[in-house]
């Protein structure tokens, strides 16, 4: 997506200006129209590639997101207070604690004394001001409705980072039991099983099977470790470059969303995202096409970005918002419903807001159970562990035993 700066005139003739994102210049020409605005000049302009910074890159402390969110909620304060927008920036710069996040600050007051507009100099830190972030102050200048803009705009990012934060803690624990049975594997490969190997040395007799792949597996990482270290390396930086390309990408989403236990989180959590989104869209005014464009922005998710974007070719060809919706096979029966109540009294944005607190709950619940549907996985792995340490070491010894009460 690229970033354009337009000129043109509405339905009363007046000259209008301002930047939206796109594909293309066409793409743009399209957003206009559908906003009633007849183009007459569109050009693409080069965002900055970083932000100034104040400081070495030693002592630097990074822009977070609760710098972002706190910035939105401070905006609003102080432009429903009345407080001039300039002299708004220079209060939160002199305020600010990251000195980054006050360079930022420093270049949107002097972007302004240039004559732009507000969402045109947060176009040029693209690292720190998203294409949605940008397009809602945007849409909150044409409205003259910018204050309910930001604290709107902190409401999502709050949003956003909850649903961040459910799935951090829905990925931990199943993480953690990974980790903990490969450090247990390796402890007993390198440190437990040569000890008995030693003992079963002076048997003199043929060991069993399990016993014998027992011992081979752990003279294999205890002689070839680094080949191990090598071939896992390996595939870390394979898995990483692969889903760092577009197919990856995709398929690994799509993937991530039927993973057990986790990707029931993941997959809600996005929809809940979506939906935010979206309404969030529809209560500031945005037309439909150009708010499917900016929420498909948002979903970190290469396949949920997709089923977004057939939805908003579907709009484009004249289906409805539920007949798109449909098609996209993303959403439960009940959602659709929603979706179909909402279109047919044009309360779009309040269904969105219900469906948004209906996921927000299942994804509530699914992350408080999750203990409860891994410990019956994490209860078989580690019995299935036991088990066959005990049939490698104990067996021989079985046998041995055996042949001494023949004798």
């Known amino acids: 997506m690229a970033t354009f700066t337009y000129k043109g005139r509405n339905g009363r003739g007046e000259l209008v200006q301002g930047t939206m994102t796109g594909e293309n210049s066409s793409s743009i020409a399209d957003q206009l129209s559908d906003m009633r605005i007849s183009p007459i000049e569109i050009k693409p302009i080069q965002a900055k590639k970083q932000v100034r910074s104040a400081g070495s890159w030693l002592t630097r402390k990074p822009i977070t997101h609760m710098d972002l969110q706190m910035f939105s909620r401070q905006m609003y304060t102080l432009l429903k207070a009345g407080v001039p927008i ?11 604690v990251n000195p980054a996040f006050a360079a930022v600050l420093r270049d949107l007051r002097e972007g302004l004394d240039k004559g732009r507009d507000l969402s045109v100099a947060m176009r040029e830190h693209p690292k720190l001001f998203s294409p949605f972030y940008v397009s809602m102050v945007q849409v909150g200048e044409m409205t003259g ?13 709050e949003f956003e980072r909850d649903m961040q934060q459910q799935i951090k803690t829905a990925m931990r624990y199943p993480t953690f039991v990974v980790i903990a049975m ?3 594997i390796v402890v007993i490969n390198v440190l437990v099983i040569p000890a008995f190997a ?5 048997f003199k007799t043929e060991l069993p099977l399990p016993t014998i792949i027992l011992l081979g597996f752990s003279s294999f990482m205890v002689n070839y470790w680094p080949v191990l270290l090598g071939g896992i390396a390996a595939a870390m930086l394979s898995f990483r ?3 760092h390309s577009k197919t990856g990408r995709y398929r690994w989403d799509k993937y991530k969303l039927k993973l057990p236990i986790a990707g029931e989180i993941i997959f809600k959590a996005t929809l809940a995202r979506f939906a935010r989104s979206l309404a969030l869209t529809f209560k500031s005014g945005m037309p439909i096409i150009q708010g499917l464009n900016m929420v498909g922005l948002v979903v970190d998710n290469e396949f949920m970005r997709s089923c977004i974007e057939r939805m908003r070719d579907g709009i484009e060809r004249g289906e409805s918002i539920w007949q798109t919706a449909s098609s996209a096979r993303i959403f439960t029966p009940v959602v659709l419903q929603m979706i179909a109540v909402g279109e047919e009294t044009g309360d779009m944005d309040g269904m969105m807001f219900e469906i948004v607190d209906m996921y927000q709950r299942e994804v509530e ?3 408080k159970s999750i203990s409860a549907k891994i410990e019956p996985i994490l209860l078989t792995a580690l019995g299935s562990m036991v088990l066959i340490l005990a049939l490698g070491v104990f067996l ?5 035993g055996k042949a001494s009460m023949h004798r």
């Open 241 to 243: 470059a692969y889903i």
């Open 396 to 400: 021989p010894m079985w046998d041995l």
């Open 182 to 184: 490969a450090i247990a």
């Open 86 to 96: 300039m002299r708004a920036l220079a209060g939160l710069e002199e305020s600010a």
């Open 365 to 367: 619940e699914a992350v």
């Open 198 to 202: 030693k003992v079963f040395e002076g």
């Open 145 to 157: 409705m910018l204050s309910e803009t930001f604290i709107r705009l902190f409401d999502h990012l």
